[in-house]
């Protein structure tokens, strides 16, 4: 009777490592706790607060923002002025767009450092995060002004995990609960929310509060921040990740809710999205994405029928 043959050490050894590889590279880029999300989803019904990011569709699809060579990072909605801004930190320009994704108007940005997040906060004010010296600064939207200096703007610096190029990355704010949400892009990936910046009433004592929360940030599944947005109808917040080429929502409480992918096939793609850095919703839920160096896309949620 023959022996069956004992399988080779070095075979043993290699299959081993082979499987510690896998395990880390899945742990490192979070693809177990997506996954696990993923089947959850498929037996649970759909929270009746969620966006339902899932069902959103490209309309718009990498269409280059014309006029426009330089690396756009972030976007925010002005329900104001009906437009959209982004921010370019190569040559520092604070830029407003169209609905479509056209050029209405440029502002130079003087002393702002390294710009990599705007945020909408009230009529002609925003905030604009300067990455590397980890800045908030608040500036106020002339209706002729061609430049903005730093130096004239009240600003402030947080100084947590100040280490390399990954900085502030994002941006959201509540203007009901007045929070003002800082995404820290890696190394550690975070999210703050600052209460008392920007400051609204000089008659009352400049002061500034700062929390973070652990929790939600250990249950985000991806791998770095590049946006934020705040979803003040469902009081959601959707956090943007270009290297997990995801979008996802988090509720009141930072769960997860539903993903928006990325990925070439996904959501009506014909390309994967390149290198997104920026998402807005506007007031009818239409939500609009920035892609590096200059690209613009737009999704729509179908309507139910």
Do not use: C
């Amino acid at each position: 009777m023959r022996r069956l043959a004992r399988p080779k050490p070095l075979i043993v050894m290699l299959s081993v490592i082979v499987l510690i590889v896998l395990s880390a590279v899945g742990q490192y880029l979070r693809l177990f706790e997506r996954a696990w999300f993923n089947l959850n989803t498929l037996w649970q019904p759909m929270n009746a607060q969620s966006i339902g990011l899932d069902r959103y569709q490209v309309v718009l699809e990498g269409q280059v923002i014309e006029g426009l060579d330089d690396d756009v990072s972030a976007l925010t909605f002005d329900p104001v002025r009906k437009s959209l801004f982004t921010v370019t930190n190569k040559n520092a320009e604070l830029i407003e767009l169209s609905l479509d994704g056209k050029i209405l108007r440029r502002v130079a940005l003087i002393g702002f450092g390294d710009p990599e997040a705007v945020e909408f906060i009230s009529a002609d004010t925003y905030v604009v995060t300067d990455e590397r010296q980890q800045r908030l600064i608040k500036i106020h939207l002339e209706q002729g002004a061609t430049f903005l200096d730093a130096a004239d703007a009240e600003q402030m610096t947080l100084g947590v995990h100040m280490s390399g190029n990954k900085g502030f990355e994002g941006l959201a704010y509540d203007s009901v609960g007045k929070r003002l949400f800082v995404a820290k892009e890696r190394d550690p990936m975070l999210i703050y929310e600052v209460h008392g910046f920007p400051h609204f009433n000089p008659e009352k004592s400049y002061a500034v509060h700062v929390i973070n929360n652990p929790r939600r940030d250990a249950g985000m599944f991806v791998r770095d921040l590049s946006s934020l947005q705040y979803d003040e109808r469902s009081g959601h917040l959707l956090a943007l990740s270009d290297e997990s080429r995801l979008i996802l929502e988090l509720d009141v409480d930072g769960r997860p809710l539903s993903t928006l992918s990325l990925n070439k096939g996904r959501q009506g793609l014909q390309k994967t999205v390149p290198q997104a850095e920026g998402i807005a919703m506007d007031d009818d839920g239409t939500m609009y994405l920035v892609s590096e160096p200059n690209l613009f896309y737009v999704f729509k949620k179908p309507p139910q029928n």
